[in-house]
């Protein structure tokens, strides 16, 4: 099993804004240097790209959930 971990602290953002869809539903498959989603820091967006490829993607972090440097974000197949 693959996992994608945090960048770097701060809020994690499935999707550009509010009214888009996120970037990668449960259960889609990710590419390496796919954007899976986005860590705001101080009112800047930093894109989240997978270094890993895989299946089944499964989110373990919410959107919007404060998140530290090294978390968990998602796991893939």
């Known amino acids: 099993m693959a996992q994608i971990l945090s960048p ?11 009214d888009k869809p996120p970037y ?10 796919d954007v ?3 860590i705001e820091v101080m009112k800047s967006f930093h ?3 997978s270094d890993v490829a895989g ?10 959930e404060p998140v530290m440097a ?3 974000l998602a796991e893939l197949d």
């Open 8 to 18: 770097l602290p701060g809020t994690f953002y499935r999707a550009s804004s509010p």
């Open 24 to 33: 990668k539903a449960d259960g889609d498959a990710v590419a390496v240097g």
């Open 36 to 38: 899976i989603g986005l």
């Open 47 to 49: 894109e989240v790209r």
């Open 55 to 64: 299946a089944n993607v499964r989110f373990v972090a919410d959107n919007e």
């Open 70 to 72: 090294g978390a968990l």
